[in-house]
Nanobody, 121 residues
């Protein structure tokens, strides 16, 4: 059974940092585009960042450029999201997903259960 499991969320003060991890079972991420999405209460799920299968290309939503960094370790079946300079508006549940398309970035049916990130003083 294919699974994606996110971890690393929590409560952090504005300006702080968190590193999210996504552990994949099987070969779900091997050679596939992976991404991080987020969903805040009352809002639609939105793409935060994506990375190509080999890790050579990345893309970011404008609202996280320069603050977040996506990376992957295919040997460990892991995808990461380093989040710096966090803002209260970054508060959301963050999800890991395998994407079907790079342009436009289109998620597949593979989602994790999400990890809560709360930015508050």
């Amino acid at each position: 059974q294919v699974q994606l499991v996110e971890s690393g969320g929590g409560l952090v003060q504005p300006g702080g940092s968190l590193r999210l991890s996504c552990a994949a079972s099987g070969s779900i991420i091997m050679g596939n585009i992976m991404g991080w999405y987020r969903q805040a209460p009352g809002k639609q799920r939105e793409l935060v960042a994506a990375i190509t299968g080999g890790g050579g290309s990345t893309k970011y939503a404008d609202f996280v450029k320069g603050r977040f960094a996506i990376s992957r370790d295919n040997a460990k079946n892991m995808v990461y999201l380093q989040m710096n300079s966090l803002k209260p508006e970054d508060t959301a549940v963050y999800y890991c997903s395998r994407l079907r398309l790079w342009v436009p970035p289109t998620p597949s049916d593979y989602w994790g259960q999400g990890t809560q990130v709360t930015v508050s003083s």
